[in-house]
């Protein structure tokens, strides 16, 4: 058996029909057969003859193609080679934290007759949605221009991918672009999730590949995973909370606090999980701490004043304790604004408020 470790040198040029497109080879866990990936247009002309499949530049031999019912993907499956592709995946999550290069590289038609065949474009990661990711092309494609879009065609189909650390990161496959993507460079792509998903749901094997979990884990704060870890005790909204303890505090103020929590809870839920909970652990953490110091007083009625001065207690020290942890950790939203909302939505989820029965007193300060 030979391993594959150079995604590149094993994507492949395929012809079906006087169709041509890209491919990459990925192996499967089965005995019997491997894969070639694809864009499901690159074999629109496909009759269910596996000989019509050609691999220029390869030997691979087709028992069978699948086409996904919606989506412009297709699976190849070949007889068991003697290659073994070694490549990871990793998950969205991670990806939308990833800031370095991603690359394409497949056969553009244009250059099937020339020396060099191949194209490799470099890209960076935009957004994902609607079961695809989107990439921003760094070489200039922006244009409706003959010569940038023939660029693209025969590349359908290619592997989309990361190589960090000697590791080839699999995310998936490039299809065909509209006028409007070139226009902005943008190039589209099929996630693997939804090859795998594919897979799966025609009851093939699953793909050879490994997880990649340290793609971006040099800046990420290890606590993220504590705040899925707490438990709910305290079931009172942030209305209740506030008015349990001062009963005259003005409604309309309380409305306020509502709508700072549904502004600060829309940016923050714009963060990945790992982001979005190493913030909300730190803040509630820091505002546990704080608490400690009402509980202890015992007050059972505050006047409006006093719960105010306790909202800025809690905010100003969460937001001493981020700025801190910012020499550490990155926190893509930290400021007060963001924070004190971040604590009126903890007020709202059941981890912070004025009083005894809505104190953590099981926990520790984790700020240390």
Known sequence: MKEIYNIEKYSIMIECNGEEGSGVFVSSKSTEYDYVLTAKHCLKNYKDKPESIIFSNNTFSTMRAFKNDTLDIAIIKVKKSNLVSLFSFTNNEELEEYSGNIYLYGYPKIAREQIIKSCKLKCKYDNS???????????????????????????????????????????????????????????????????????????????????????????????????DELAIEDYRNLKNKINDVSPEYNKRKIGVLSRKLAAATSEIDRLSHKRKSALLYRVFAAANEKQCELVIDNKKILSENEIDVWINKYTDYAKKIIDEKSEDYKYPLKSRDIIKGAVLQLMDNCYISFDEKGYYDEEGNENE
């Open 129 to 227: 949605a609607n079961n695809l990711i989107r990439l921003e092309v760094l070489k200039e494609i922006s244009t409706f221009k003959k010569s940038a879009i023939q660029l693209l065609e025969g590349m359908s189909g290619c592997a989309a991918y990361i190589k960090k650390d000697n590791v080839v990161i699999l995310l998936g496959i490039y299809y065909e672009n509209t006028y409007e993507d070139f226009a902005y460079r943008n190039i589209n792509i099929i996630p693997l999730e939804t090859i795998k998903n594919m897979i799966t749901n025609y009851n093939l094997a699953d793909l050879n590949l490994s997880f990649y979990s340290e793609l971006i884990i040099e800046d990420f704060d290890p606590l993220y995973s504590s705040y």
